[in-house]
């Protein structure tokens, strides 16, 4: 059973202090602005303070990701979709782990591939091993492929 957390440190959460300040600037001058002008917009831009906010945390929650094994199943995140994949260590017949990418041959003839060029060095070796790790507690054939040197 293990949890990596692969969300980049640097930079995501500038880049969501940045938007959540944006929006709430752009409410307070719809706010004023309206204010001057025509109740209806007032009320039309209180409507946005909660949609902002939600955009906010939408987009907050969108930004994790991770690899984990648990419960007999491995779930991992390494998009900005907010779906979680799932894979039943069951269901998988080899795993062949590459420089930047783990390929999980499953059971049918069929394959799934997560590319993970965009990690830095150190995670990525420490999630390469705790993969392989797993894997042979279930009993599932793991090729490693060394780099060339």
């Not at 917009?41 to 094994?69: H, N, Q, T, V």
């Not at 995670?123 to 042979?136: H, N, P, Y």
């Amino acid at each position: 059973m293990f949890y990596q957390n692969l969300t980049p440190k640097q930079g995501y959460k500038r880049k969501n202090a940045v938007i959540r300040a944006a929006v709430v600037a752009l409410v307070l001058l719809c706010t004023l602005y309206s204010l001057r002008t025509a109740p209806l917009l007032m009320g039309l831009s209180l409507l946005a303070l909660p949609l902002g906010i939600g955009l906010s945390i939408w987009l907050d929650r969108k930004e994790k990701f991770f690899f984990a094994s648990e419960a007999g199943e491995l779930r991992y995140r390494t998009s900005y979709s907010p779906r979680v994949r799932k894979i039943h260590w069951q269901d998988i017949d080899s795993i062949r782990i590459g420089p930047a990418y783990v390929r999980f041959m499953l059971k049918g003839h069929k394959k799934r591939q997560v590319s993970l060029g965009w990690l830095p060095y150190d995670t990525l070796r420490e999630l390469k091993s705790l993969v392989e790790a797993e894997a042979r507690q279930y009993h599932v054939t793991c090729t490693v492929v060394r780099i060339a040197s």
